[in-house]
């Protein structure tokens, strides 16, 4: 795993592969986001708009690390937004379930991608190089 990237430029496959997660993840963070809000609804908390205007941003930041994940602001983007979605397990427990699921793909997605990177890199120098 020498040179593995858990911070920085990610090659071509793994930055698509980690955006598809983080897209996902904005999905189920929003709905997070919600039934927060219908649980402090449900208890008469003051807290019911906050958490859904936490939550959306949340939401809203996991479309933009997607986005970004080109450069290394979004790969360290990403690594927040997976502590962010599992800390939400104060507000919302199943959150950490979500938060489990996530960063455990997220961690797949680095790690495997980087490996698949690696074979498309030597798969191209291969081809590229002359037949004697």
């Not at 955006?19 to 008469?44: P, T, Y």
């Amino acid at each position: 795993m020498a040179g593995l990237v858990f911070f920085g430029t990610l090659g071509k496959f793994t930055w698509r592969m980690c955006a598809a997660v983080l897209a996902a993840q904005s999905i189920a963070v929003f709905f997070g986001a919600l039934v927060a809000r219908g649980i402090a609804v449900a208890d008469s908390s003051g807290a019911a708009t906050a958490y859904l205007l936490v939550g959306s941003g949340l939401a809203i930041l996991c479309v933009i690390a997607a986005g970004a994940m080109r450069s290394p602001f979004g790969v360290t983007l990403g690594w927040l937004i997976q502590v962010a979605t599992f800390a939400a397990t104060v507000i919302v427990p199943l959150m950490g379930l979500v938060g489990v699921i996530f960063g455990a793909l997220w961690v797949l997605c680095l790690i495997q991608g980087h490996r698949i990177d690696g074979l498309q890199r030597a798969h191209a120098q291969e081809s590229a190089a002359p037949e004697e």
